[in-house]
C-alpha cells in the first residue's frame, strides 16, 4: 500500500453552486481536472471521495478511483477519513485532503505538500498565496489565514486564525483548500467536538487551532481558486482556457 493518499471529497449538494464538480471547463468536467492534477503530482495513491453515483461515474469513466462514502458527513475531512479508515485501514502515514473544487491546482503544490507532511513538524499543513487584487482581499467567500510571520516559498509559518474578513491586518494571505495530515493528526482532529469558531464562521480548520493543534503554511506563487459561485466559475473557464496548451 502507498504510504501517502490523496483523497478528493466530493459531492452535488453544494448550496452556492449545486452540482459544481461537474461542471465544465475547458471540455472536462470540474473533479476530473483536480483528479488529474492529483496524478500529476506524482505523490501517492489518489481517491475520490463520494456520496454521489454521478461523481464516481464520471471518475470511471477515465479509469481513475473512486469510492462511495456516507452522505450524511458534515465536513469533507469526515469524508476524507471514512476513506482512510475503511478502505486504507488506517494504513497511510500521509493524508492529503485536497478539495474538488480547485480545477488549477498547480501539482506541485500537492507534492511540495506531501514532502513537507513526512518531515512531521506540525499537525496539519496547508497552502495559501498572496492576494492577486483589492477585490479579493474583500470578498467573503475567498477564506484567509493569518500567520505569525511573513512566509516565503522556501519556508512553512504557523497559523493563528482563518477568517473571511481581512481587516487589514499584516501577515494576512488567500488560503488555499488543501491540508495535509499525518495519520496520528487525521485520528485525533476527527475525534474532536466542532468548534465555536468553526461553526460561526463555517471554516473546519479552526478546530483544528482552537483545539492547540500546530497549522503550518506554505506559500506558493500560484493562485488555485476555489470555485463557489457562477461568478467564480466564469473566472476560472477564462483563465483556464487562455492557459498553454
Not at 452540482?19 to 465544465?24: A, H, I
Request: aromatic share 6%; net charge positive.
Amino acid at each position: 500500500m502507498n504510504k501517502t493518499a490523496i483523497i478528493i471529497p466530493s459531492r452535488l449538494a453544494a448550496e452556492r453552486l449545486p452540482n459544481k464538480p461537474l461542471k465544465m471547463i475547458k471540455n472536462k468536467e470540474m473533479i476530473i481536472h483536480v483528479y488529474e492534477a492529483a496524478i500529476k503530482s506524482k505523490s501517492g495513491e489518489v481517491i475520490v471521495a463520494t456520496p454521489d453515483k454521478e461523481i464516481a461515474e464520471t471518475i470511471k469513466k477515465i479509469g481513475g478511483r473512486v469510492e462511495l462514502t456516507n452522505k450524511n458527513h458534515l465536513t469533507g475531512t469526515d469524508r476524507v477519513f471514512e476513506v482512510f479508515k475503511n478502505v486504507l485501514q488506517q494504513k497511510s502515514e500521509v493524508i492529503i485532503n485536497l478539495q474538488g473544487d480547485m480545477p488549477n491546482i498547480d501539482p506541485k503544490v500537492i507534492s511540495n505538500l506531501v514532502e513537507y507532511m513526512k518531515k512531521k513538524e506540525c499537525d496539519i499543513g496547508t497552502y495559501a498565496s498572496d492576494f492577486n487584487s483589492e477585490e479579493e482581499k474583500k470578498d467573503q467567500n475567498i477564506v484567509k489565514v493569518l500567520v505569525k510571520n511573513k512566509i516565503s516559498e522556501e519556508t512553512f509559518v504557523g497559523a493563528t486564525d482563518f477568517l473571511r474578513d481581512y481587516n487589514h491586518l499584516q501577515n494576512v494571505y488567500h488560503h488555499i483548500g488543501i491540508y495535509g495530515f499525518t495519520n496520528k493528526s487525521l485520528l485525533r482532529y476527527v475525534n474532536l467536538k466542532r468548534s465555536k469558531l468553526e461553526l460561526e464562521r463555517k471554516l473546519e480548520q479552526l478546530r483544528a487551532l482552537e483545539n492547540g493543534m500546530t497549522v503550518h503554511v506554505g506559500l506558493t506563487k500560484s493562485l488555485p481558486l476555489s470555485v463557489d459561485t457562477d461568478k467564480d466559475l466564469e473566472k476560472i473557464r477564462k483563465i483556464m482556457e487562455n492557459e498553454k496548451k
